[in-house]
């Protein structure tokens, strides 16, 4: 009989550290495809703040919580094993919501063929979830313009980074707010941005004043936190706020309280939210635009492993600590 190892949510975390006690390692029989069926051996799976709210008892949410008992929900990038589906053939590589295991069954559902000679690390650092959440979030929501100014949160993350590069890339002046000095200099002097502030410092709205002498146009929010009113301050008249994140607040007994609603009506802004799922129909269209970016050489990326399952437990708190570099991402 052949095993594979899976974890299982099944506690529904509170305020403070990811532990472990909400999960359960468990031990699998391998079972073979069934009739249209594929099995895949994942290799590398993707961890994205957005678990933080899957997790989460909220059924109002975008999409249903993960079931306690089940596996964790994640995508990822795997081989196909075996197949009896006419759209897939054992070799494929393939890329889609696989869980927290180490083989995933599916009916295809969901599961495209990468078919881009990139390794996986690239493939879930640009073309999956962040590169699609960054390219919606930032042309269909938040409507860029040659230059304005944009302001990003979370800005050296796998979202932030991409929206600060293609925004460059359109001609706009870009910021990005991030958590370490270190960070600081990787999006100015190795992604291009033309500013960043570490949220951590001092004289945070001195910072922006003087980063954004024109005020601000587009605000893609990643993280929350109290530099979101110091920023929502300096918006100017017409500005879009895409709110795709909210990290800060995720595990909090208590959110942080909101601006004042009073500037959107004096200044006209416009405050949209937004998440992938409502918008996997896109995705060809999605990447048609994402991909010549990639191709120019205008997007760069880095990636931050972590090695072997168990690993993904403790590697969601770096999303609070901010010590990850990049794109965190399980090689299994």
């Not at 299982?8 to 031990?27: H, M």
């Not at 929206?163 to 002046?173: F, P, S």
């Not at 601006?259 to 200044?267: A, E, F, G």
Request: proline content about 7%; some cysteine; overall charge negative.
């Amino acid at each position: 009989m052949t095993t594979y190892t899976a974890i299982n949510l099944i506690a529904r975390p509170t305020p403070g550290p990811i532990g472990s006690e909400l999960f359960e390692v468990v031990t699998k029989e391998l079972t073979k495809a069934g009739p249209s069926q594929i099995l895949i051996k994942q290799t590398h799976m993707s961890l994205d703040p957005a678990m933080l709210g899957w997790m989460s008892p909220a059924t109002d949410s975008y999409i249903p919580p993960v079931e306690l008992g089940s596996v964790m929900r994640s995508s990822g990038i795997g081989e196909v094993v075996e197949s009896n589906h006419p759209k897939f053939s054992v070799g494929d590589r393939v890329m889609g919501m696989m869980g927290w295991q180490e083989y995933a069954l599916s009916d295809g559902q969901g599961i495209n063929k990468v078919e881009a000679p990139l390794p996986s690390e690239t493939v879930l650092s640009i073309f999956a979830l962040p590169g699609l959440t960054a390219t919606q979030g930032l042309f269909n929501v938040g409507k860029p313009k040659s230059g304005e100014t944009l302001i990003v949160t979370g800005a050296a993350g796998s979202v932030g980074s991409l929206v600060g590069q293609l925004a460059k890339a359109e001609g706009l002046t870009v910021i990005g707010v991030v958590g370490s000095d270190e960070k600081c200099d990787w999006i100015v002097n190795e992604l291009g941005f033309d500013g960043a502030i570490n949220y951590k410092s001092d004289d945070l709205a001195g910072q922006l004043d003087a980063l954004t002498p024109d005020g601000i146009d587009l605000f893609f929010e990643n993280t929350g936190g109290p530099i979101q009113n110091l920023i929502f301050d300096r918006m100017n008249n017409h500005a879009r706020i895409v709110v795709c994140g909210m990290i800060s607040d995720y595990t909090k007994a208590e959110p942080n309280p909101g601006p004042n609603w009073i500037p959107l009506i004096k200044k006209r802004i416009t405050v949209q939210g937004f998440a992938m799922p409502d918008h996997f129909h896109q995705v060809p269209e999605l990447l048609a635009k994402l991909t010549p970016y990639v191709m120019q050489g205008k997007i760069k990326h880095r990636s931050h492993i972590l090695n072997g399952l168990e690993s993904a437990i403790d590697g969601l708190n770096l999303f609070f600590t901010g010590e990850n570099k990049g794109k965190l991402i399980v090689e299994l």
